[in-house]
């Protein structure tokens, strides 16, 4: 099958590997289409020293199982969650295989995914997609429920007053996401075309030319993509304030711990959320992607995808897969 592979750091291609052999309790996915998210670009240069076939956001269809119990699920449109945990330690027996020891991670940890022609999941981490949702969307569904687990950690509501750091995909979604629960929230971006986008989206979005200097929030999102987002992040914060961290990296991070410390503020940091907050989301438009889309390539266009992927005033590239 053709698969877009990091070979090394830096070295990335487009090339025929062995398709996956679906192990026990998994179904083989044929992928309609994936997306390249920051933690994709982060991978090919070095964030984590993966090797393999990167990719974590996509849907697909079931084309094989390995149990008789799970064949209702054969021609199934579905998307993934990523963490495929060992089933037994206390943190996968609690419901929270994303923080298993033992995990291996889709596309980014002792897994292969699924910028590829095929790709193999536990058929306890699908969740089907409904059908109001396009392919597209439907890639948007783990960004998404990554975005939602922002509500999950915090106390959102009306009375929150929210700054979301990086006008990115991320970003974008995170704001949505607070925006769901009725938060003022402000989005402050450094590209144009993504401020522009996220007004679009009928959010409030400023550049760093027309923030306001001083202005403190009580909840800030960071969600830059840049090492210095947390420092960035603990400048507009209101003492006893939250940050949430979602920024991941190839580079250290540094900043000054006493403004944490002295302000009393709570870090929490974030990754992945649940599925279905983010597939309600999506489905009722709560949530919208479409102008979050700026290509669509297909998979043998790999290495262009990723390039540009990285090009500053780029949101979402999408791989085309199958259909």
Known sequence: MRAIVIEAPSKIAVKEVAAPTPAPGEALLDVRAAGICGTDLQLQRGYLDFIGIPGHEFVGTVVRVTSPADRVLLGARVAGEISIGCQECAACVEGMARHCATRRVLGLVGKDGAFAQQVTLPVSNLHVVPETLSDDQAVFIEPTAAAFEILDQCLVGPHTDALVLGDG????????????????????????????????????????????????????????????????????????????????????????????VVNEVTLVGSRCGRFEPAIEALRTGAVKVDPLISEVLPLDAGLEAFRRAGEKGTLKVLLRVSK
Do not use: N
Not at 179 to 184: F, H, Q, T, Y
Not at 188 to 215: N, T
């Open 169 to 260: 995909r991320l970003g974008l979604l995170a704001a949505q996401a607070l925006a769901s629960r009725g938060a003022v929230v402000t989005v402050l971006g450094r590209h144009q075309s993504k401020i522009a986008a996220a007004r679009s989206l009928g959010l409030k979005a400023v550049g760093s030319e027309e923030a306001r200097p001083g202005r403190a929030y009580g909840l800030v999102v960071e969600a830059t993509g840049s090492p210095d987002g947390l420092a960035q992040a603990l400048d507009h914060v209101k003492p006893r304030g939250t940050v949430v961290m979602k920024t991941t990296c190839a580079s250290p991070t540094s900043f000054d711990a006493w403004k944490a």
